[in-house]
């Protein structure tokens, strides 16, 4: 069956404390896996697409990287504004491409 | 462009009534998706579609009914509503299925409450 486990559930970070999120899958065949921002009251705002292990892409103060088992969002030296939800999602070779496998997601708090 | 419009924002309904959730989409993409969103569940497929006059079934479909008659618009129709229905609804939308088209725009969102 196919999975996305992210972790922390939650991470409380002083302003600029590099940290890491882990989002480990499970997955017949990966045709992407995409990271997302969520604030609250809001829908998910996208970040980055990865295809394949290796893969890295960078924005800002944020750098997700790849392997054939998980995914990492790095944050570098965040600032408050970086608070949200973090949410990982999937998706898998065969059917649609717009099918969707999501984490629960990391609660990210960054205190000034 | 507006991107992604969902209505109502917030809605309260009692079990039995039925309604529609709207979501339209401004920038001509093929496929669209309803997701809902639960506290420690994630967000979880409803129904989905890749065009135009067809649709799919995604994760958790029973108790909803979606159509698309044109590109734009991707109505999500609860036909009995039960609290367990109780949750945040966002519709998503992509271009298409190559490589680097497929990324999801989320919508803002529907919270919808069911007594």
């Known amino acids: 069956e196919d999975q996305v486990t992210q972790s922390p559930e939650a991470l409380r970070l002083q302003e600029g404390e590099s940290s890491s999120l882990n989002c480990s899958y499970t997955?017949?065949?990966?045709?992407?896996l995409f990271w997302y921002r969520q604030d609250p009251g809001k829908g998910p705002e996208f970040l980055f697409t990865?295809?394949?292990a290796g893969e890295e892409k960078e924005k800002e103060r944020l750098k997700a990287t790849l392997t054939k088992k998980e995914s990492f969002l790095h944050i570098t030296a965040p600032k408050p504004e970086d608070s949200a939800t973090y949410l990982c999602a999937v998706q898998p070779y065969g059917g649609a491409t717009n099918k969707l496998i999501f984490g629960t997601g990391t609660l990210l708090a960054v205190q000034p | 462009n507006a991107g992604v419009t969902q209505t109502p924002k917030f809605q309260v309904l009692k079990t039995g009534q039925s309604m529609t959730l709207q979501c339209a989409q401004d920038m001509n993409h093929e496929y669209m998706s309803w997701y809902r969103q639960d506290p420690g569940m994630g967000l979880r497929l409803i129904h989905y579609s890749v065009g135009a006059g067809i649709t799919d079934q995604g994760e958790v479909p029973n108790g909803y009914n979606v159509s698309r008659s044109t590109t734009e618009d991707f109505p999500l129709r609860l036909l009995s509503a039960a609290p367990s229905q109780t949750s945040v609804y966002f519709c998503?939308?992509?271009?298409?299925?190559?490589?680097?088209?497929?990324?999801?725009?989320f919508g803002p969102g529907t919270r919808l409450l069911v007594l």
């Open positions: 998503a939308s992509s271009f298409g299925k190559a490589k680097g088209q497929e990324t999801q725009y």
């Open positions: 997955v017949s065949g990966l045709r992407g």
């Open positions: 990865l295809y394949s």
